[in-house]
């Protein structure tokens, strides 16, 4: 779909998915062609998802969304349709606070994902997921809406579920909001593999995390965290752009 033929409070929204792709490319999120983002479409027909066989890094506007509804039809867009589309209209049917959905393979939490022990609080970014479900399913794929319903209860009303053996799957009521949950996730995910393989354990009384949990779970942390993000993928984008010119 070109920009000339979605409207301007729609074009916005998608600028910044876009922008929000290539992000959580930057911080970790890519994995070849896989990983899907989506965002509510403001009218109720349906969401736009990013298109398939492209990477996250490698969406660039409105024209690598599509649009589909909650049947799973693509109403618009060029390009293809993920077939995991059911990860998305689930979420947003089960969550009415929700309003963006995204479904990723982050190296740290996928292999996470494989465990039987609850994330623990070796940094702050833990503070996010004071309890981190997990989903766990018999089906490589979520393509049916049973399977996407299941993944929504498992998720139930918390912000990211881990995937057993598989990834994550992570939500929002902003783009900043669930850019920062799947960030801080793999982040989280991260240290606890780290501190694991290096012998240390950890706890935390869950009323001392809760605290915590309130104080950096805000709309204000979400905003000051997202601003850092877009000036570092702009830096990057500028170092890449002057390395091209004198490659």
């Not at 989506?38 to 492209?54: C, D, L, P, T």
């Not at 059911?86 to 009415?96: G, V």
């Not at 997202?226 to 004198?246: N, P, Q």
Request: aromatic share 8%.
């Amino acid at each position: 779909m070109s920009d000339a033929q979605t409207d301007p409070a729609t074009r916005d929204d998608l600028t910044e998915a876009a922008r929000a792709c290539r992000i959580l490319d930057m911080e970790g999120h890519g994995d070849m062609t896989l990983g899907h983002l989506s965002v509510r479409e403001r009218s109720g027909v349906g969401f736009w998802m990013k298109r398939n066989q492209i990477g996250l890094g490698e969406v660039t506007g409105s024209a690598d969304f599509v649009l589909v509804d909650w049947d799973g039809r693509q109403i618009a867009g060029s390009g293809g349709r993920h077939s995991e589309w059911p990860i998305h209209s689930e979420i947003f049917r089960a969550r009415n606070d929700v309003n963006v959905v995204v479904h990723s393979h982050p190296f740290y939490a996928s292999v996470f994902s494989a465990a039987d022990e609850p994330l623990q609080p070796y940094t702050l970014d833990a503070d996010y997921f004071v309890d981190l479900p997990r989903h766990e399913d018999d089906v490589a794929l979520i393509t049916t809406k049973a399977e996407g319903e299941a993944l929504a209860r498992s998720l139930g009303h918390s912000f990211a579920v881990l995937m057993g053996n598989h990834g994550a799957t992570f939500c929002g009521t902003t783009i900043e909001h669930a850019i920062c949950v799947g960030i801080f996730l793999e982040k989280a995910c991260k240290a606890h593999i780290t501190g694991r393989a290096a012998g240390l354990r950890t706890s935390m009384p869950d009323a001392v995390r809760a605290k915590r949990h309130q104080q950096i779970m805000t709309p204000v942390h979400w905003q000051h965290c997202w601003r850092y993000f877009c000036r570092k993928l702009a830096a990057r984008s500028e170092i890449d752009g002057v390395t091209a010119i004198f490659s």
